[in-house]
């Protein structure tokens, strides 16, 4: 099948058809695996199937297999789509020569006689609906490559761009020395992404206050920052200033998050930003 795919002398459409038809199978095998991948996570994440509610090395094992699994997935369904792009594209091409080909053998015979111009007429209106398919179909594979193109951006984990870190420290910097308590989750996904945003409160000099935490229920998804009342600021406004500083901070890096006033009383002394689960409905913006 392969050869089929690489040799460019073949022209025959039915079995550039079939190589299509194949590739098509492979991209459905693929998303079963992507699936697969996506289920085991969440088992290994919410359930204890795999035994691993009380053994967090046995949780990260789990969880980076069908990691494993999940990028297997994703890699087969890309390499499907190129595949599928590919074989199309040489579809396309026979198709345009034919209509090409008809063009010609029409304007040939033009002075030929009566029939040959009802021949022409014929292939012209052929040579419209092969050109009408092949457009339809292009508009198909490009609508199917950008879903492909989503799903692979909403499964990846989430992650500082070089341009969000570097906007993030520099905005941070004007505010050094000051402090703010972090919670880092037990889950794999959100202790990455919570760990790059620590490392840019260090780099821009501030106190972190780290706090580990296994797993929040009700589940917290997100990034939440949590910050005083202006009017029930313990130490008179100082710590709403910074968690005005870190909201703005986020803002201007471009990265998602959510802002929390605490109107209860003074029962926060210092900003608190809470890294949480990545939402599985919520595309990432980096």
Known sequence: MA????????????????????????DYAATLVVFI????????EFTNVFKTKDNKVREKRVTLIFTVVLLVGLAGELTALAQTSNVTSKITEILRNDIAAAYKSAADAIGASGQA??????????A?????????????????????????????????????????????RLHAGAGISIIRLGDAEAGQYADQIIGAFVDAKWH?????????????????????????DPVGGAV??????????????????????????PSLNEVQLLIGLKPLNVKPLN
């Open 3 to 26: 050869y089929f795919l690489v040799n460019p002398r073949i022209t025959d459409i039915s079995r550039l058809q079939s190589a299509l038809t194949w590739w098509e199978y492979a």
């Open 37 to 44: 991948g996506v289920l085991g996570e969440l088992l290994a």
């Open 117 to 126: 111009n009802e021949r022409a007429s014929l292939a012209d209106e052929r």
């Open 128 to 172: 419209k609906q092969l050109e009408g398919e092949n457009r339809k179909l292009g508009i198909e594979l490009e609508q199917e490559k950008q879903k492909r193109l989503e799903l692979a951006r909403t499964l990846a984990p989430r992650f500082l761009t070089s341009r969000q870190r570097a906007a993030l420290v520099a905005s941070l």
């Open 208 to 232: 972190v206050h780290l706090s580990y935490i296994g797993t929040l229920s009700p589940p917290v998804y997100g990034v939440l920052c949590k910050e005083p009342s202006q009017e029930s």
């Open 240 to 265: 709403h200033s910074l968690g005005e500083a870190v909201h703005s901070s986020f803002f201007k890096a471009g990265i998602p998050h959510a802002l929390e006033i605490d109107h209860a009383g």
